[in-house]
């Protein structure tokens, strides 16, 4: 099993910056890819950013050239650097990690691929 925690949301004006972290524990040596969703009040969670081992990394459209997804492999901690924030990127973030079974049947942007996650945490972004 993998444990996800994230941490860094909070309420920034747009414009503004965020980092948010996800800080894995347990069997992380199964992981292959890192990936951030967001889900906002009645939308479907979405894939904003994921990372691959060996560090090739993966964006939405909506959020390429602001966020920033990297990765320190030694301490198995995501990154998500936020810049140029709008209102629009209000959600409620989830890290997820993927498992030696799931990475080979679905894409870096397939939540079906990932199968451990983090409780959330909200990112308010006001006007």
């Known amino acids: 099993q993998v444990q996800l925690v994230e941490s860094g949301g909070g309420l920034v004006q747009a414009g503004g910056s965020l980092r948010l972290s996800c800080a894995a524990s347990?069997?992380?040596?199964?992981?292959?890819?890192m990936g951030w969703f967001r889900q906002a009040p009645g939308n479907e969670r979405e894939f904003v950013a994921a990372i691959k081992r060996t560090g090739t990394t993966y964006y939405a459209d909506s959020v390429r050239g602001r966020f920033s997804i990297s990765r320190d492999n030694a301490k198995i901690t995501a990154y998500l650097q936020m810049n140029s924030l709008k209102p629009d990127d209000t959600a409620v973030y989830y890290c997820a990690a993927d498992d030696p079974v799931t990475f080979r049947k679905y894409s870096e942007y397939d939540p079906q691929r990932y199968t451990y996650w983090g409780q959330g945490t909200q990112v308010t972004v006001s006007s």
């Open positions: 347990g069997r992380t040596a199964s992981i292959n890819a």
